[in-house]
């Protein structure tokens, strides 16, 4: 009888899922994807440890390209 209960019970939330709303709905004519993600720019970028007096990356600025690598260390 519990194993009924609960199979009957896990396709109550299946059905749930199934009958839910379609949160997003899809253009009809979607956008052109850019030809290239690149360059990428960043500007301003700061970052901070959680419990830090001061940040570990203030303000930095740096532009990516195609091939290019680029690390952060320290």
Same mark, same amino acid.
């Given at each position: 009888v519990q194993y009924r209960q609960r199979v009957a019970r896990s396709a109550e939330r299946v059905f749930e899922v199934l009958d839910a709303p379609v949160p997003v709905q899809e253009p009809r004519t979607p956008a =052109? =994807?850019?030809?290239s993600p690149f360059p990428l =720019?960043?500007?301003g970028l700061s970052a901070r440890y959680p419990g830090a007096?001061? &940040?570990? #990356?203030?303000? #930095? &600025?740096l532009t990516l390209t195609p091939g290019r690598r680029i690390a952060v260390v320290g």
């Open positions: =052109e =994807e850019p030809g =720019e960043v500007r007096g001061h &940040d570990a #990356l203030a303000s #930095l &600025d």
